[in-house]
C-alpha cells in the first residue's frame, strides 16, 4: 500500500497537486484507521491528508478513481477455476476429472500458474501489481509506451513461465494416454487461463497510462497527441494531413516559378551589349536548375508508434512528387522497402498494417540498432550527397544494442539526417529509450507528436 501510495502521490503532482514526503506518511497512518475493503473509506482517509485547496478536490478524486479502478478491472479477467468449469460443462468424467485435480495439486507450479488454474484472481492481481512495482510503470509518460510497457510487465511477472508450464502439463496429459475429446477440453481451458493473464497484463498497463494521461487538456484536434485520438479522430486527422501536402506541393511548385535568374552569364551578356560598345546595359543570367534532392525515409512501424507512422506515412505519400527520388522503408526489428508500395497502392492501401505486414513482421519487439545495421550494410546504395535521410520513430529499442555507429555512417555520406520523434524530451532516455544517444549523431531532432508539429516541420522542410 505505501509503494501504491508513492505511484499515487507523482500521478497528483502531474495533475497539479502538491504533495509533500509528510503528508504521504500522514495519508499512511490515517489509512490505518479505516477499513481498507471500503472504497470511500479509503478515499476520504487519502483526500483528508493529500488535499489542501477545494479546487483540488475533483482532481484528487478523479485521480483515485482511475488509479484504483485498475484492480477492479483485472479481476473481470480471470476466469473461474478450470476444475469447476470442467465439471460445468460436463466434458470430463469423474475419473478424469479426481486424476486432474491431483496433478495440479502435486505438481510443483509458479505461484501465477496456480492462481490462474485455480481462478484465484486476487492472487494474480496481487502477484501482476508486485510486478508493476518493481517494474515502475511511473515512468510511462505516454500512451505510445503501451505495448513496450505491456511486454515489460509479462516478462516481469512470469508469464513466459506460465505458457510453458501449461504446454509441460497439456503434453503429460497427452502423454498419459487421455481422451481426445478430454484432452481437447482441458487444452480450451489451459489456453483461455493464459489468455485471461494476457488481458490482465494489458489491462492494468492501459488502467496506469489512463490513470495518468487522463485529465490532460486536449486543445484543438490539430494539438492533440496521436496516441490520444480515436478512429473518428484518425480518419479526420488523414484528411487534414493529405491538405497539409497538397498546400506545401503547391508552395514548391510556386517557388521554382519565382526563381528565374541564376548566375552571371558573362559571354552572354557582352554579346548583346557589342552594340553599346561593350557597357553592360542588358544582364544575361544563367537558367538556375531547380534543386531536387533526393529523400530516403526509415519508419518504426511497431505497435508503440503505429498511428504516428500510419499518419506520417501518409504524408511523405503526398510529399514524394517534391523530389526527384523518394525510397521509404519501414522496419520493427528487420527492415523493408515499401517504395513500390507508396507509388502503385492507394493511398490508404498503402498505409493499411496488412501492406506493410507482407514487408516486414509486425510480431516481433523494435530493435532500432539492428535496423539501422542492415539499413548501413544492404542498402547504402540508396544514399548519396542530396539525400535526406528522415527516421521516424521513438527511439525505443527494448534494451538491444543501439548501434549508433550506423547513424554517424548515414550523416557522413548523406546530405543531412532528420529523426522525427513523436516523444517529448523529457521521455528521453527513460527505460529502453535510446533517443540521447542518437540525438548525438543526426543533423536534426523534431519532435512531431500531433499535426500542428508536423506542420511546423513541413514548414522548415518546404519553408514560405
Same mark, same amino acid.
Given at each position: 500500500?505505501?509503494?501504491?501510495?508513492?505511484?499515487?502521490?507523482?500521478?497528483?503532482?502531474?495533475?497539479?497537486?502538491?504533495?509533500?514526503?509528510?503528508?504521504?506518511?500522514?495519508?499512511?497512518?490515517?489509512?490505518?484507521?479505516?477499513?481498507?475493503?471500503?472504497?470511500?473509506?479509503?478515499?476520504?482517509?487519502?483526500?483528508?491528508?493529500?488535499?489542501?485547496?477545494?479546487?483540488?478536490?475533483?482532481?484528487?478524486?478523479?485521480?483515485?478513481?482511475?488509479?484504483?479502478?485498475?484492480?477492479?478491472?483485472?479481476?473481470?479477467?480471470?476466469?473461474?477455476?478450470?476444475?469447476?468449469?470442467?465439471?460445468?460443462?460436463?466434458?470430463?468424467?469423474?475419473?478424469?476429472?479426481?486424476?486432474?485435480?491431483?496433478?495440479?495439486?502435486?505438481?510443483?507450479?509458479?505461484?501465477?500458474?496456480?492462481?490462474?488454474?485455480?481462478?484465484?484472481?486476487?492472487?494474480?492481481?496481487?502477484?501482476?501489481?508486485?510486478?508493476?512495482?518493481?517494474?515502475?510503470?511511473?515512468?510511462?509518460?505516454?500512451?505510445?509506451?503501451?505495448?513496450?510497457?505491456? $511486454?515489460?510487465?509479462?516478462?516481469?511477472? #512470469? /508469464?513466459?513461465?506460465?505458457? @510453458?508450464? !501449461?504446454? =509441460?502439463? *497439456? %503434453?503429460?496429459? &497427452?502423454?498419459?494416454?487421455?481422451?481426445?475429446?478430454?484432452?481437447?477440453?482441458?487444452?480450451? $481451458?489451459?489456453?483461455?487461463?493464459?489468455? #485471461? /493473464?494476457?488481458?490482465?497484463? @494489458?489491462? !492494468?498497463? =492501459?488502467? *496506469? %497510462?489512463?490513470? &495518468?494521461?487522463?485529465?490532460?487538456?486536449?486543445?484543438?484536434?490539430?494539438?492533440?497527441?496521436?496516441?490520444?485520438?480515436?478512429?473518428?479522430?484518425?480518419?479526420?486527422?488523414?484528411?487534414?494531413?493529405?491538405?497539409?501536402? *497538397?498546400?506545401?506541393?503547391?508552395?514548391?511548385?510556386?517557388?521554382?516559378?519565382?526563381?528565374?535568374?541564376?548566375?552571371?552569364?558573362?559571354?552572354?551578356?557582352?554579346?548583346?551589349?557589342?552594340?553599346?560598345?561593350?557597357?553592360?546595359?542588358?544582364?544575361?543570367?544563367?537558367?538556375?536548375?531547380?534543386?531536387?534532392?533526393?529523400?530516403?525515409?526509415?519508419?518504426?512501424?511497431?505497435?508503440?508508434?503505429?498511428?504516428?507512422?500510419?499518419?506520417?506515412?501518409?504524408?511523405?505519400?503526398?510529399?514524394?512528387?517534391?523530389?526527384?527520388?523518394?525510397?521509404?522503408?519501414?522496419?520493427?526489428?528487420?527492415?523493408?522497402?515499401?517504395?513500390?508500395?507508396?507509388?502503385?497502392?492507394?493511398?490508404?492501401?498503402?498505409?493499411?498494417?496488412?501492406?506493410?505486414?507482407?514487408?516486414?513482421?509486425?510480431?516481433?519487439?523494435?530493435?532500432?540498432?539492428?535496423?539501422?545495421?542492415?539499413?548501413?550494410?544492404?542498402?547504402?546504395?540508396?544514399?548519396?550527397?542530396?539525400?535526406?535521410?528522415?527516421?521516424?520513430?521513438?527511439?525505443?529499442?527494448?534494451?538491444?544494442?543501439?548501434?549508433?555507429?550506423?547513424?554517424?555512417?548515414?550523416?557522413?555520406?548523406?546530405?543531412?539526417?532528420?529523426?522525427?520523434?513523436?516523444?517529448?524530451?523529457?521521455?528521453?532516455?527513460?527505460?529502453?529509450?535510446?533517443?540521447?544517444?542518437?540525438?548525438?549523431?543526426?543533423?536534426?531532432?523534431?519532435?512531431?507528436?500531433?499535426?500542428?508539429?508536423?506542420?511546423?516541420?513541413?514548414?522548415?522542410?518546404?519553408?514560405?
Amino acid at each position: 500500500m505505501e509503494a501504491r501510495l508513492v505511484e499515487l502521490a507523482g500521478l497528483l503532482r502531474q495533475r497539479g497537486l502538491r504533495v509533500s514526503t509528510a503528508e504521504l506518511v500522514d495519508a499512511s497512518a490515517a489509512l490505518g484507521w479505516v477499513d481498507l475493503g471500503r472504497k470511500e473509506e479509503v478515499r476520504a482517509a487519502l483526500e483528508s491528508a493529500l488535499v489542501k485547496r477545494s479546487r483540488d478536490r475533483q482532481p484528487f478524486r478523479e485521480a483515485f478513481e482511475l488509479f484504483f479502478s485498475g484492480v477492479v478491472g483485472l479481476l473481470g479477467e480471470i476466469e473461474a477455476g478450470i476444475l469447476a468449469r470442467l465439471q460445468e460443462e460436463g466434458a470430463l468424467d469423474e475419473d478424469t476429472l479426481r486424476m486432474l485435480a491431483w496433478e495440479l495439486q502435486n505438481r510443483p507450479l509458479s505461484p501465477l500458474t496456480r492462481a490462474a488454474l485455480e481462478g484465484d484472481a486476487a492472487q494474480v492481481t496481487s502477484l501482476l501489481r508486485g510486478a508493476a512495482l518493481r517494474l515502475d510503470l511511473g515512468q510511462m509518460s505516454s500512451t505510445l509506451q503501451q505495448g513496450f510497457y505491456a $511486454r515489460r510487465l509479462g516478462s516481469a511477472a #512470469g /508469464l513466459g513461465g506460465v505458457a @510453458r508450464e !501449461l504446454a =509441460e502439463l *497439456e %503434453a503429460d496429459l &497427452r502423454a498419459r494416454g487421455l481422451d481426445p475429446k478430454a484432452l481437447e477440453a482441458i487444452g480450451q $481451458r489451459l489456453r483461455a487461463a493464459l489468455e #485471461g /493473464l494476457e488481458r490482465s497484463v @494489458r489491462r !492494468l498497463v =492501459e488502467g *496506469e %497510462a489512463e490513470a &495518468r494521461l487522463a485529465g490532460k487538456p486536449a486543445g484543438a484536434p490539430e494539438e492533440k497527441p496521436f496516441a490520444l485520438l480515436s478512429q473518428q479522430e484518425i480518419d479526420d486527422m488523414e484528411g487534414t494531413v493529405r491538405r497539409l501536402a *497538397e498546400r506545401l506541393k503547391a508552395r514548391m511548385l510556386r517557388r521554382q516559378r519565382l526563381r528565374r535568374r541564376g548566375a552571371l552569364n558573362v559571354r552572354r551578356t557582352l554579346r548583346l551589349n557589342l552594340s553599346a560598345g561593350g557597357y553592360p546595359a542588358r544582364v544575361a543570367f544563367r537558367g538556375r536548375r531547380p534543386a531536387r534532392p533526393d529523400v530516403v525515409v526509415l519508419c518504426d512501424v511497431s505497435d508503440s508508434v503505429r498511428t504516428t507512422s500510419r499518419l506520417m506515412l501518409l504524408f511523405l505519400h503526398t510529399l514524394q512528387s517534391l523530389f526527384a527520388r523518394v525510397r521509404s522503408y519501414v522496419f520493427v526489428s528487420e527492415i523493408g522497402e515499401i517504395t513500390r508500395e507508396l507509388r502503385e497502392l492507394d493511398v490508404r492501401r498503402a498505409v493499411d498494417p496488412s501492406v506493410v505486414g507482407r514487408v516486414v513482421s509486425l510480431t516481433e519487439n523494435s530493435s532500432y540498432g539492428r535496423a539501422l545495421s542492415q539499413f548501413v550494410r544492404t542498402e547504402l546504395g540508396a544514399v548519396t550527397r542530396r539525400t535526406t535521410v528522415m527516421v521516424i520513430g521513438d527511439g525505443r529499442n527494448n534494451y538491444n544494442p543501439a548501434n549508433a555507429w550506423a547513424l554517424r555512417e548515414l550523416k557522413l555520406k548523406a546530405r543531412r539526417v532528420v529523426w522525427i520523434c513523436p516523444e517529448p524530451r523529457s521521455s528521453w532516455g527513460l527505460g529502453d529509450s535510446e533517443m540521447l544517444t542518437y540525438e548525438r549523431q543526426v543533423s536534426q531532432v523534431a519532435i512531431v507528436s500531433c499535426v500542428a508539429d508536423l506542420e511546423k516541420l513541413a514548414d522548415s522542410i518546404v519553408p514560405s
